[in-house]
């Protein structure tokens, strides 16, 4: 009897909350995250590429679905690093930021951010996406996730970039070389070339943004020569955590670059480089080759074509190294590094988290990447396509693939924490105009989507506090210890024998503990 | 002047313009460079052509700087340089002049609450916190109130004003001035050649700074000038990105390298402008001794 | 001075002294009144910072609340002064701030004077103005230009080759650094740095210069005991202030030149603060680090004032 009246009263009680549900349905659109107009202050930096507009179609668009307005604050981006850093530790940030996956892992266990795990079930958007990938959860800290990566949603028209082998193949034509499948046949080719022309440099790279020359050589080459420059993992060796200079393999890359740099193949300044004088050394038909960011380094050809139309620098297919591997990384597919958190501090984090999840939807990475349907885009079997007056009306700038994300505000550059970059991908392939140049784009895209050789960079495993703190510590020591020793190798002032001695020592000071936390982070979270 | 003539004065003199002759041209090349750079086409900058000449001529690099709102962020530079140079000059003696009188009774104390700044300060966070406690974040006080004395340039001012004989502040205290009449009718006076160079001083510090308004102002539109100079350079085109997937089809009129020296004609223009009106202040020598009588 | 012998009670006669010197002084404690509230507010209110380096520090409870480090808040301290590295880097800064300061202080002064001795104004003018210009180039532009000056293709390299010298590795190798960051300091600094020197030659007294004419003195004469004299005031507070610079050096200088090579005399303590903070923004280590940079500079500075007190007349207190 008891149990019966309860079950109607229950039902008189749901019927009842549904009814008015529906009559609040009426009157809010079901897509509002809040019944009153919310204001979220949100925060990322300013690209000097891509202004960022502080109104614009897209955050309309967004006030108009979900009855949020964003504030918007862009720091420039030169500045950007110290404002975070004082705002996070004055507790003084905004209600969303943009913060570096660094960032996340020193500051979430001092519950800065907001432990979006504790939220999952508000999150289906957002969770979907993480869960879908088993290596996201490298990105955790104690297991809980306190940020939303910057997740990639993939457009046809989208391309993959990597520090690749650039090389002037109109030379390799001019002399009748074959595309080098080696980096001994590299070597070879390189030399064959300065024979004939002499002065132009083989080899050249640039400076590493705040460290050195030497580093951003090994950077780009060290792991496909054998070992990396830093912690690497090693799938060759076992699927294993390694600190590349301390390596056995590591004497293999130098031995290369000695012969390099002995053969006159290397550039004889590769130390000292900065990055103007890589781009004078490249941009003006100076130097041979190159190995680093093909989207930067095909801008060359724009210079190179003043000096003889002919000249071409040119991607290639990943190089066999003397170990007879044949491998290197292409850049993720997603920007991890770019952390988006909400503050702990906020008074409106039930909002935040609802509108972080909703930017993980399709429609949210459709207004982030496209702007308003019907206004700046349309469907076109399903897909967005920036409508064609738009393209016409910026195209003919210098700028035009930022400078149109700028007036919608859509793109990486913009918030688009799930990013389509179509409406840059459409412009550039508006850009190139002519139907061969498209097709030439498009093979290029496609030759590098399926060299074998290049391989989804591997995530760093999540490190305890206690284990952060020991292994900074170890690391910095062991990598000012390394560096300073390298250059000789490579120079050749020391044999490649002697290399051994700077391994053990290596290991000895830091090296092998480091690479025992990392295996023992790695393993931890692959076994839960 | 009175003319020497002898020989070794004159080959002195043939050294010593010379010398100096070649020092200017060692020091205007540069900024010469950059000016043409500035103006040249980016992808003869890139190429590394350029030595004597221009090439191309275009002004596509400042028509770029123009386009995010240069006068608006130059409007702020002019008004918190200004306002800052005044506030700081203003401070400046009034902490220079106690501190330079030797029979003050505060001397010692003050000197010592002075001179420790030098040494140690507080560090980033609490003065962030500070300027926030007291409401002027996002507004001109915060970039020109915490820095209001440099003590540096304060203690320069102070030795200066140091100086300065006795003789002529005790007859204007026996004539009855105050302190205050004799800061403002007799030392600031025959002080102004420094002064001039303080004002240089502080007016390039503020012209150049960027780092308080970094953090300090939230809202773009109060933005100083070198804010957003200083990100054209440093996030330039050929950033160190992951980001970029550039497709050759630009056509690169303005690079990094174009907008860097635009950056710094741009910075620099203002001090060439004003320098000559400092300078005029130091050719002719003050001549204390005419003011004794 | 003689209010305690009229006086038989010392305590009151102590309070009158004091309140007839305020009263004497009134008019410099209110001028002092502005400078001295803007030091307690921005210098000395924040100054508790300074137990961030005491400190493990959470911005959630900011800095009051923070936890005291383990071994009695001395963890960074500790720390920093049991790194061998560290000491390694305070050696080089040391080094290289004292050769740099012995180097390039006399530079401008020299330049000073010899622009002092020109008879035509209108190049004495147009010399100032040039000189000082290199102040304005970003360090990424003078590190730039001394790259494409000094490489081993560079102008500098052929010319010495020309000769049937060289090459040699101007910017790669560690005996090569102190020199090429010192020139670069002095080229860029000279004429700038020249202008406080040339504002205080404008005070001289010009009846000084008549007087040493009318006795005979030459212009080498009157250079050495009139004019250098005169500004010796000026030279010494630079000097002193240049000392409480000791410790200070732009990181983005050396980080920019710095390579495996060289970093063995060019690693500095801000390029080590700098690169540990790059991995681990560590508030604290930093502050510990300010804080005994403070305590070195300030010994520098003791020393130098107490020299020129003893030789001169001048000193910072």
Not at chain 1, 75 to 81: E, L, T, V
Not at chain 1, 306 to 335: A, K
Not at chain 2, 207 to 222: E, G, P
Not at chain 3, 32 to 43: D, G, S, T, V
Request: hydrophobic fraction near 45%; proline fraction near 4%.
């Amino acid at each position: 009897m008891k149990t019966r009246r309860i079950f109607a009263l229950t039902l008189v009680l749901v019927i009842a909350v549904s009814l008015i549900t529906i009559a609040q349905a009426d009157e809010t659109p079901s897509t509002w995250l809040s019944d009153t107009l919310v204001e979220i202050h949100i925060m990322r930096d300013e690209n000097p590429s891509q202004l960022i507009q502080l109104d614009n179609v897209k955050l309309q668009t967004i006030e108009e679905l979900l009855n949020v307005r964003l504030v918007v604050e862009a720091p420039p981006k030169a500045s950007y690093d110290d404002k975070k850093q004082i705002l996070i530790a004055t507790d003084d940030m905004p209600d969303i930021m943009l913060v570096s996956l660094d960032d996340v892992k020193r500051y979430a266990r001092d519950d800065m951010f907001v432990n979006l795990s504790e939220h999952k079930d508000e999150m289906p958007n957002l969770f979907a996406h993480l869960e879908s990938d088993p290596s996201f959860a490298m990105l955790t800290v104690d297991g809980s996730y306190y940020h939303a990566p910057t997740i990639q949603r993939l457009n046809p028209d989208a391309r993959r970039s990597g520090q690749l082998v650039n090389i002037r193949t109109d030379l390799l034509a001019k002399y009748n070389l074959a595309v080098p499948t080696t980096f001994d046949e590299l070597l070879t080719a390189i030399q064959t070339i300065q024979a004939s022309e002499p002065g132009l440099i083989g080899m050249t790279n640039r400076k590493g943004g705040s460290t050195t020359g030497t580093r951003k050589l090994l950077d780009c080459m060290g792991y496909p020569l054998g070992a990396g420059s830093d912690m690497y993992y090693d799938e060759d060796l076992g699927g294993v955590w390694l600190y590349g200079p301390a390596s056995e393999n590591f004497k293999a890359v130098l031995a290369y670059l000695n012969k390099a740099y002995e053969a006159g193949v290397l550039d004889p300044d590769y130390a000292t480089m900065t990055k103007d004088l890589w781009v004078e050394k490249l941009s003006s038909g100076q130097a041979i080759c190159t190995m680093d960011n093909d989207g930067v380094v095909r801008n060359f050809n724009t210079a190179l074509a003043t000096v003889d139309p002919g000249y071409m620098l040119d991607v290639i297919p990943t190089l066999t190294n003397t170990l007879g591997q044949t491998r290197n990384f292409h850049y993720n597919e997603d920007w991890l590094d770019q952390a988006w958190v909400i503050s702990s501090s906020s008074k409106i984090t039930d909002v935040c988290i609802k509108f972080l999840d909703w930017c993980f939807s399709d429609q949210g990475a459709d207004v982030n990447g496209y702007g308003k349907e019907g206004v700046t885009f349309d469907y076109v079997n399903g897909v967005p396509v920036i409508k064609r007056e738009l393209l016409e009306e910026y195209g003919s700038g210098a700028n035009a693939s930022y400078d149109i994300q700028s007036a919608i505000g859509v793109g990486l550059l913009d918030i688009a924490p799930y990013c389509d970059t179509g409406a840059q991908n459409q412009m550039e392939i508006y850009m190139m105009g002519s139907d061969e140049a498209i097709a030439a784009f498009r093979a290029l895209v496609q030759s590098i989507a399926a060299d074998p050789g290049l391989r989804d960079p591997v995530l760093t495993p999540p490190l305890s506090a206690e284990q952060t703190e020991r292994y900074n510590e170890l690391h910095i020591a062991v990598q000012d210890y390394v560096y300073q020793e390298i250059d000789k190798y490579i120079t050749g002032q020391e044999p490649i024998a002697n290399y051994d001695a700077v391994i053990a020592h290596a290991r000895s000071i830091g090296a092998e503990e480091m690479e025992q936390i990392y295996n023992d982070a790695w393993n931890a979270v692959l076994g839960e | 002047m009175m003319q020497d003539h002898s020989t070794s004065r004159r080959v002195f003199n043939v050294f010593n313009i010379t010398f100096l002759a070649l020092l200017m041209l060692v020091t205007l090349y540069p900024m010469y460079f950059m000016f043409i750079t500035s103006i040249s086409h980016g992808v003869e900058v890139m190429k590394g052509t350029i030595s004597v000449l221009p090439k191309l001529v275009t002004l596509d690099t400042y028509r770029a700087i123009v386009q995010g709102d240069l006068f608006l962020y130059m409007k702020n530079s002019v008004l918190y340089t200004v306002v800052g140079t005044v506030i700081n000059l203003v401070m400046s003696c009034l902490a220079a002049y106690p501190l330079s009188r030797r029979n003050f009774s505060g001397r010692k104390p003050f000197t010592a609450i002075v001179t420790f700044t030098l040494f140690f300060s507080g560090g980033m966070i609490p003065l962030y916190l500070t300027v926030n406690a007291f409401g002027i974040m996002d507004s001109i006080w915060a970039l020109v109130l915490p820095g209001a004395i440099n003590t540096y340039n304060m203690i320069i001012i102070r030795t200066t004003f140091q100086a300065i004989p006795d003789s002529l502040t005790e007859s204007a205290q026996l004539d009855g001035a105050n302190d205050i009449v004799i800061l403002w009718k007799i030392i600031i006076p025959l002080s102004k050649a420094v002064l001039a160079t303080m004002l240089l001083f502080y007016a390039v510090a503020h012209w150049n700074s960027y780092f308080d308004a970094m953090l300090y102002i939230n809202s773009k539109a109060k933005y100083p000038l070198q804010i957003m100079l200083r990100n054209m350079l440093i996030g330039g085109l050929f950033a160190d990105e992951t980001t970029v997937a550039a497709t050759g089809a630009a056509s690169f009129s303005v690079t990094d390298g174009t907008l860097r020296a635009a950056a710094i004609i741009v910075t620099t223009l203002p001090i060439l402008i004003v320098y000559p009106f400092v300078q005029r202040h130091f050719v002719k020598g003050v001549m204390i001794g005419s003011l004794k009588g | 001075m003689n209010a305690s012998i009229t006086d038989n009670r010392p305590g009151r006669g102590r309070w009158r002294r004091l309140r007839r010197v305020l009263v004497r002084d009134r008019y410099l404690y209110l001028i002092m009144l502005l400078p001295l509230l803007y030091y307690l507010l921005f210098c000395y209110f924040p100054m508790y910072g300074v137990t961030l380096a005491f400190k493990d520090f959470k911005p959630k409870l900011g800095i009051l609340y923070s936890p005291w480090t383990s071994q009695g808040g001395m963890k960074y301290i500790l720390s920093i002064v049991r790194d061998p590295y560290f000491w390694t880097v305070f050696r080089n800064t040391i080094v290289l701030n004292l050769l740099n300061l012995l180097i390039t202080f006399p530079a401008p002064i020299i330049l000073a004077l010899l622009l002092n001795e020109l008879n035509n104004r209108r190049y004495k003018r147009v010399v100032q103005m040039v000189t000082y210009l290199p102040h304005f180039l970003s360090v990424v532009v003078v590190v730039g230009l001394m790259n494409s000056l000094f490489s081993s293709s560079g102008i500098v390299n052929s010319m010495l080759e020309g000769l049937g010298l060289g090459p040699y590795p101007f910017l790669n190798a560690a005996q090569y650094f102190r020199p090429m960051y010192i020139g670069s300091n002095i080229w860029q600094r000279i004429g700038w740095d020249s202008i406080i020197f040339l504002a205080a030659l404008s005070t001289l007294d010009m009846q000084l210069y008549e007087a040493a004419r009318i006795d005979g003195a030459g212009r080498w004469k009157q250079t050495i005991h009139i004019t250098i004299p005169g500004i010796m005031p000026t030279i010494i507070i630079m000097l002193i202030l240049s000392m409480g610079r000791i410790m200070n050096v732009s990181y983005q200088k050396i980080l920019l030149m710095m390579t495996g090579s060289n970093q063995s005399v060019s690693d500095v303590i801000t390029t080590y603060v700098y690169r540990r903070g790059i991995t681990n923004a560590d508030f604290s280590y930093a502050t510990g680090v300010n804080l005994f940079q403070s305590l070195v500079t300030l010994m520098f500075v003791i020393l130098t004032n107490a020299l020129s007190r003893r030789f001169t007349e001048t000193s910072l207190w």
